[in-house]
């Protein structure tokens, strides 16, 4: 995710839906960490407006988890 960070981030200012499965104390907790710092660097966002980001994904069903 972060060697293709730019690409990605351009997917989600396009409308792009996440999806994440699995482990929920490493893995998904780890990709949950990732999208916020891309979003933070990427689109040149403070931590919060990070958080506000992905939370409003999250209110869209543009980002997902199903984790166990």
Do not use: P
């Amino acid at each position: 995710m972060k060697k293709q960070s730019k690409e990605l981030f351009e997917w989600l200012e396009q409308g792009a839906y996440v999806y994440v499965c699995g482990d929920e104390k490493h893995m998904a907790h780890d990709v949950h960490d990732t999208l916020l710092s891309i979003i933070q660097e990427e689109g040149a966002m403070s931590k919060e407006k990070a958080e506000s980001y992905l939370a409003n994904m999250q209110q869209q069903k543009r980002y997902q988890r199903d984790v166990y």
